[in-house]
Each structure stands twice: as structure tokens, then as C-alpha cells.
């Protein structure tokens, strides 16, 4: 597979921490993913009353939403995580939960910056890295306060010195996340996506999801590698 992604967008993910792509997969793939979504929701995207208490979600190995990890989506998982476009490691998940947000009354604001595999009891060590590319693929259209992911441009690098700073104190993913207030990671953005739109971001990346106030939910996956 050749290279997908262009060098601008490359420097970006390396001086960012995060990169949106699009066109991963086909509008037609990225459509039959949501419309699963909602059929595997038990909703109607017709209906507001059917979003409020989703169905159980079921199944999580719907072909029509593991098609949305084309060997497009994992040749830029492998160039992004490995710095080549070496994808034997990086395979296609088996299985799906979701991450949706729903429409919230009242107003708009981010949840707060978290490093992922930060749970005490899960131990995740920070060296090696416990993770190696994270991804958040988007379903439906992801407009401004409709319950997008939110990034802290450059955080990476910022909680990669800190860890680097005190590598004791910071054994763990739980330790480094902890102190995420001390790192001067500046100020968030919203990602606004489009359908099949995927973000790649750095284990070390601040982030966070954000109230949904849209009128509609935010379907989203996310994978890691
Ligand atoms: O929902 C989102 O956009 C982000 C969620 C997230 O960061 C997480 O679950 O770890
Ligand atoms: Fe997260």
C-alpha cells in the first residue's frame, strides 16, 4: 500500500499530536456505518424520542461498521504509529463498542483533559508507550458544541517532558495523567469532523469529549494500536 498521507500532514501529527483524515474509507462505507449504528441502537435517526434511552447495543461485529478499518485506515495507523507505513501489526478490530454522545440541555464545555490508559488499577506503564496510535472514527457529522472531541494542540510534547523530567515519579500512565495540570499544555480545539473523518492522536496527547448540545447524537469508535 502506498503512502496515504502527505508530508504536511505528517509534520502536522508529529508537531500537533493529533491529525484529522478523511477519506479513509468511501462516503457509501462511512453511510452504511451510521445507518448500523442506528439499526444496532434500536433508533430511529428520525425520531428524537427513540435517542433517548438507546437500545442495547448489539451486535458489536456488524460487518457494515468493521468495514470502516479499510487497509487505507490501517496504513496510516501504522505510518502515524511507527513513523513508516508498515501495517503487518496494525489489523482491523474484531469488535466495536461505541462511543456516543448525546443532545444535553444547557450549555457547551469540555470535559477536561485525560491521557488515555490512565486508570490506576490497569497499571499501564508510560515507557514503552502503552499505546502506540489512538483513533476516534466519526459516524455522523460532528458540528461545533454537537459533542465533539476536544485536543490540546501540542500537549504531547508538553507531557513527554514532564515525564521525562521525573521518570520515577511517573512510572505510570495514572502518575503522568494525574499531574497533567502541571504541564503547560495551553488551550483546547474542537474537532469538527465529517462522516467516515478519522483523528489520530499521541499517546501522550491531551484530549477529552465535550457536552453534546447539538440536536443530534455523536456516533463515534475508538481503536487503539
Ligand atoms: O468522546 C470523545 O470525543 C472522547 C472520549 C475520550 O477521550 C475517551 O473516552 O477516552
Ligand atoms: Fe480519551
Redesign the pocket.
Known amino acids: 500500500m502506498a503512502p496515504f498521507l502527505s508530508q504536511a500532514q505528517i509534520r502536522q501529527y508529529i508537531e500537533q499530536g493529533y491529525l484529522l483524515v478523511s477519506g479513509l474509507m468511501s462516503d457509501d462505507v462511512a453511510a452504511r456505518a451510521e445507518a448500523a449504528m442506528w439499526r444496532n441502537l434500536g433508533m430511529d435517526s428520525g425520531d428524537p424520542n427513540t435517542w433517548a434511552s438507546p437500545g442495547e447495543y448489539a451486535p458489536d461485529d456488524d460487518p457494515a461498521m468493521l468495514a470502516l478499518y479499510t487497509s487505507e485506515f490501517l496504513t496510516v495507523a501504522a505510518q502515524l504509529g511507527e513513523g513508516v507505513p508498515e501495517m503487518s501489526s496494525y489489523r482491523a478490530p474484531r469488535r466495536l463498542r461505541p ?1 456516543n ?1 448525546y443532545p444535553q440541555d444547557g450549555g457547551w464545555a469540555p ?1 477536561g483533559p ?1 491521557l ?1 490508559h490512565a486508570i490506576k488499577e490497569h497499571g499501564h506503564k508510560t515507557f514503552p508507550f502503552a499505546f502506540r496510535v489512538a483513533t ?1 472514527t466519526y459516524l455522523n457529522d460532528v458540528a461545533s458544541h454537537g ?4 485536543v490540546w494542540p501540542g500537549s504531547h510534547h508538553r507531557m513527554e517532558a514532564l515525564a521525562y523530567a521525573d521518570p520515577s515519579r511517573y512510572e505510570t500512565m495514572w502518575e503522568l495523567n494525574r499531574d497533567i495540570g502541571k504541564a503547560d499544555i495551553g488551550d483546547p480545539v474542537e ?1 469538527i469532523a465529517a462522516r467516515g473523518d478519522a483523528l489520530f492522536y499521541h499517546v501522550f496527547t491531551a ?4 457536552r453534546n448540545v447539538g440536536k443530534k447524537p ?1 456516533f ?1 469508535f ?1 481503536v487503539k494500536w
Open positions: 462511543l454522545t470535559h485525560h488515555d476516534m459533542g465533539a472531541t476536544v474537532v484530549h477529552c469529549g465535550s455523536r463515534a475508538n
